[in-house]
C-alpha cells in the first residue's frame, strides 16, 4: 500500500503547471510534504504491466522511463513518472581555481500527462525534463545556490536516486497507483 505521505506528493505533482515543466527545478526532498487530504490507494486500478526509468546521460542528468499499464476501465487518469537525481560537484572559487567544498544535492525531475483515458498507456524511453544546479539566485534566495558566495559547481555528475510511475484517477474518490525502484513509498516493484 502506498503511504499517504506518497500520495500527497502525487496530488501536488498533479496540480503543478506542465508549461514549467521544462523548468530547472530547485532543490526538493521527497519528504518535504505534510498529509492535508486523504486519497484511496487502489493497487487494482491499473495493472503495471512493465514500467522502469534509467539515467541515460550521467553528464547531464538526463533520465528516460517507459511504461505498459493497462487501464482495462478506461479511467480518466493523471499520469506521472518522477525520477530523484543527485548531483555530486565541486565547488570552486573561480580565481583561483581551487575547491573549496564537494558537494551533493538532490533534486527531482517530472512528466505529466492529463485526462488520459486509453485502456492501454504505454511510453518507451520518454525523456524527462532535465534539471539543473542553480547557482544564480540573489538576495534571501542565495542560500538555494550551488555554491556558497562566487563559487561555482564544476565537476558535475549525477547518479539516480529513486523513480516512479503514478496514475491518479480524475474523477470521484481519489484512487492512485503507482510502480516504483524501491517499495519506501508503499508503491509496487518487482
Known amino acids: 500500500m502506498i503511504s499517504i505521505r506518497r500520495a500527497i506528493v502525487g496530488l501536488f505533482t498533479i496540480g503543478m503547471v506542465s508549461a514549467c515543466e521544462d523548468a530547472p527545478t530547485a532543490p526538493y526532498s521527497r519528504l518535504d510534504f505534510t498529509p492535508q487530504s486523504i486519497v484511496t490507494v487502489d493497487p487494482t486500478l491499473v495493472t503495471f ?55 551533493a544535492r538532490q533534486l527531482r525531475t517530472l512528466h505529466q500527462s492529463f485526462g488520459v483515458s486509453a485502456t492501454s498507456l504505454t511510453a518507451s524511453n520518454q525523456q524527462l525534463p532535465l534539471v539543473a544546479l542553480i547557482n544564480d539566485y540573489t538576495g ?26 503514478s496514475v491518479i484517477t480524475v474523477a470521484g474518490t481519489q484512487r492512485m497507483s503507482c510502480f516504483a525502484s524501491d517499495n519506501t513509498n508503499g508503491c509496487l516493484t518487482l
Not at 555554491?147 to 547518479?159: I, L
Open 140 to 165: 534571501k534566495m542565495n542560500k538555494l545556490n550551488a555554491c556558497k558566495g562566487n563559487q561555482v559547481p564544476q565537476s558535475v555528475t549525477w547518479s539516480l536516486d529513486y523513480w516512479d510511475v
Open 49 to 103: 504491466n512493465s514500467a522502469s526509468c534509467a539515467m541515460t546521460n550521467t553528464s547531464t542528468g538526463r533520465v528516460a522511463c517507459s511504461w505498459d499499464i493497462g487501464n482495462p476501465g478506461s479511467h480518466v487518469l493523471n499520469l506521472w513518472a518522477e525520477a530523484f537525481v543527485t548531483a555530486s560537484y565541486d565547488c570552486v572559487n573561480p580565481k583561483n581555481g581551487r575547491i573549496a567544498s564537494s558537494e
